[in-house]
C-alpha cells in the first residue's frame, strides 16, 4: 500500500473513530466499512477492528472516567458477564448456514418486540 492511500486510510480511520467515539460506540462497525472500501483482506477485518475498538473504547473510559463519570457499582456486572462471553464468541466458529439463520430469527424477534412494546 502506497504512503499516500496509507494516510487517506488513517485519515478515513481517525474521523470513524472520532464519530463512533462522540455517541460512546467503540466503531468497530465503522473500521470495517472503512477496511472494505479500501479493499483490505477480509482476514485482516476482525482483528484490526477488535484492536481499534479496544482503543478507541479505553481511550473514551478513561476521559469518561476522568470527568467522574464513571461507576463502578454500574460497571462491573456488565465486565464479569461481558468479558468471559466475548472470548466465547470469539472462539467459535459458526458455520455459515447455522449463524445467519440463527441471527435472522434473533433481529426479527428484537423488531417484532420493539413494533410491539415501543
Keep these: 500500500m502506497s504512503v ?7 485519515a478515513c480511520i481517525l474521523v470513524v473513530a472520532i464519530l463512533y467515539s462522540s ?3 467503540g466503531g468497530a462497525s465503522g473500521y ?4 472494505a472500501l479500501f479493499s483490505l483482506s477480509p482476514a ?3 482483528p484490526t477492528a477488535l484492536v481499534l475498538n479496544i482503543l478507541v473504547s479505553a481511550i473514551a473510559t478513561f476521559y469518561f472516567s476522568r470527568a467522574g463519570h464513571f461507576s ?4 462491573w456486572p456488565f465486565a464479569v458477564t461481558s468479558i468471559p462471553f466475548s472470548f466465547l464468541g470469539g472462539y467459535l466458529h459458526l458455520p455459515t448456514h447455522v449463524y445467519q439463520p ?6 426479527l424477534i428484537i ?3 420493539k413494533l410491539l412494546f415501543v
Design 102 to 107: 440463527i441471527v435472522g430469527i434473533v433481529v
Design 4 to 10: 499516500p492511500l496509507l494516510l487517506v486510510l488513517s
Design 23 to 25: 455517541v460512546g460506540h
Design 72 to 75: 463502578w457499582h454500574l460497571f
Design 32 to 35: 470495517i466499512a472503512i477496511l
Design 44 to 46: 485482516a477485518f476482525k
Design 111 to 113: 423488531a417484532g418486540f
